[in-house]
């Protein structure tokens, strides 16, 4: 049996290389089927506007309140703690926290393959 216990106090935070402000727990390094990170979203920060052609993926609001740009057109969504989003792939989208607190999102893909994406201009705040 294999197993990996990621407690709150002990995981590491990885700031993303963006000038973002968001920081990543990876939790994908002990998973082989799939892929999941805990985000942390600074007050003003947003990810990439992408389109993820091999992966589906499953967005889960720990704490704060997300912004999400869904589809094209973009159709904007906010979505309160204990939201689960859930994204077909190739699906256009654009996270954000516009609020005033920090934004934490567990975030699920499932195949683990990276690179599939897609980017886009961002949507206007």
């Given at each position: 049996?294999?197993?990996?216990?990621?407690?709150?106090?002990?995981?590491?935070?990885?700031?993303?290389?963006?000038?973002?402000?968001?920081?990543?727990?990876?939790?994908?390094?002990?998973?082989?089927?799939?892929?999941a990170?805990?985000?942390?979203?600074?007050?003003?920060?947003?990810?990439?506007?992408?389109?993820?052609?091999?992966?589906?993926?499953?967005?889960?609001?720990?704490?704060?309140?997300?912004?999400?740009d869904?589809?094209?057109?973009?159709?904007r969504?906010?979505?309160?703690?204990?939201?689960v989003?859930?994204?077909?792939?190739?699906?256009?989208?654009q996270?954000?926290?516009a609020?005033?607190?920090?934004?934490?999102?567990?975030?699920?893909?499932?195949?683990?393959?990276?690179?599939?994406?897609?980017?886009?201009?961002?949507?206007?705040?």
């Open positions: 049996m294999a197993f990996t216990i990621f407690r709150q106090d002990d995981v590491e935070w990885i700031p993303r290389d963006d000038e973002s402000g968001r920081t990543v727990a990876r939790l994908s390094d002990s998973m082989t089927q799939s892929r990170n805990i985000w942390r979203y600074p007050p003003g920060a947003r990810g990439k506007r992408h389109l993820d052609r091999a992966q589906e993926e499953v967005f889960v609001v720990l704490d704060g309140e997300l912004t999400v869904l589809g094209e057109p973009p159709e969504h906010a979505l309160e703690r204990g939201s989003l859930v994204v077909e792939r190739g699906t256009i989208l996270l954000r926290n609020g005033d607190e920090e934004l934490v999102l567990f975030i699920y893909g499932a195949p683990p393959e990276q690179g599939g994406a897609d980017f886009f201009d961002d949507v206007p705040y």
